[in-house]
Nanobody
Framework: QVQLVESGGGLVQAGDSLRLSCAAS????????MGWFRQAPGKEREFVAS????????VYADSVKGRFTISRDNAKNTVNLQMSSLKPEDTAVYYC???????????????????WGQGTQVTVTS
């Protein structure tokens, strides 16, 4: 199994930057695609970004494209989300997620992620 623990959330002003980290433990981290999701109050959980096992492929939600960057360090079993130009609309609980893949290039559908962290709160004020 995989255990995921997020950190780095906090309270920031619009336009600021914030870096979220996710520490993973368990088996075969490099064979898992990793993703970030978020859920704002009263809204459904939404996909934010994902990265393939070998870091070759990434995908971003349109709402964060150009502002957020996902990365991973397989030697340290970590995945990060660098968030820039933050907006109040980015306020949410951010979750790290993982799913094992057959290929290190794979980017699974958001619905396929089956390991989840506990979440970290990001609040952006105007």
């Amino acid at each position: 199994q995989v255990q995921l623990v997020e950190s780095g959330g906090g309270l920031v002003q619009a336009g600021d930057s914030l870096r979220l980290s996710c520490a993973a433990s368990g088996r075969t981290f490099s064979n898992s695609a990793m993703g970030w999701f978020r859920q704002a109050p009263g809204k459904e959980r939404e996909f934010v970004a994902s990265v393939s096992g070998n870091s070759y492929n990434t995908v971003y939600a349109d709402s964060v494209k150009g502002r957020f960057t996902i990365s991973r360090d397989n030697a340290k079993n970590t995945v990060n989300l660098q968030m820039s130009s933050l907006k109040p609309e980015d306020t949410a609980v951010y979750y790290c997620a993982a799913v094992f893949t057959r290929s290190p290039f794979s980017l699974p559908r958001p619905s396929e992620y089956n390991f989840w962290g506990q979440g970290t709160q990001v609040t952006v004020t105007s």
